[in-house]
């Protein structure tokens, strides 16, 4: 029932660009990504709801295409801070919310 | 306004032994949910309370019970722990269609 997402890991030198896939078998309701630090509990990034909107948080931003059920995140300038992992987390009906299989982004100087 | 607390913050339990993991939340959210994730699975759903008085199963129910005790706590019992269930938990709560809030983690391990 997981969201499936790509790549897995990616390493980046600061200031590159990064993007980050997250597909579903399942219709989707909304989208949301998170961001969580080695330790730390998920933080909330953004909510993607039905529309095909694309939505952007300072360098950061995604899209949601829901007639293919996927979503991506693009990351520009990368930054030291964006290090952590990604998670993807899909919305379906009956308030279920799953998380999808995380990728790990590290950000070299 | 606290967030969402769990606790105990870490637990070490003896196979067969039972505990629960308490959740509470300050934000008057009426979803609330229980995860665990281990390494490298991400985060698995186990229950979910959409509102006060219900709750559902996840993707990996067995093993565990829940209780909405009221609009602010759901709590995670766990009958017999297996080493299997070593893992770190996450209570999260949210509005019905909204950012999840997270609690910082319950780090369980049994041996």
């Known amino acids: 029932q997981q969201p499936v997402q790509s790549p897995q890991a990616v390493i980046l030198r600061e200031g590159e660009d990064a993007v980050i896939n997250c597909s579903s078998s399942?219709?989707?309701?909304?989208v949301h990504w998170y961001r969580q630090k080695h330790g730390e509990a998920p933080v909330f990034l953004m909510i993607?709801?039905?529309?095909?909107e694309q939505k952007g948080h300072d360098k950061i931003s995604a899209s949601f295409n829901e007639k293919k059920q996927q979503s991506s995140l693009y990351l520009t300038a990368s930054q030291l801070s964006y290090s952590g992992t990604y998670f993807c987390g899909t919305e379906r009906t009956g308030n279920q919310f799953y998380f999808g299989t995380g990728t790990s982004l590290t950000v070299i100087p | 306004n606290a967030g969402v607390t769990q606790t105990p913050k870490f637990q070490v339990l003896k196979t067969g032994q039972s505990m629960t993991l308490q959740c509470a939340q300050d934000m008057n959210h009426n979803s609330m949910y229980w995860y665990r994730q281990d390494p490298g699975m991400g985060l698995r759903l186990i229950y979910y309370?959409?509102?006060?008085?219900?709750?559902d199963k996840g993707e990996v129910p067995n093993g565990y019970n829940v209780s909405r005790l009221n609009k602010r706590e759901f709590s995670l019992r766990l009958e017999s722990a297996a080493p299997s269930q070593t893992s770190v938990y996450f209570c999260?709560?949210?509005?019905?269609?909204?950012?999840?809030?997270f609690g910082p983690g319950t780090r369980l391990t049994v041996t």
């Open positions: 993607l709801l039905k529309g095909g």
């Open positions: 309370s959409a509102s006060e008085g219900t709750t």
């Open positions: 999260a709560s949210s509005e019905r269609v909204g950012s999840k809030y």
């Open positions: 399942k219709a989707l309701y909304s």
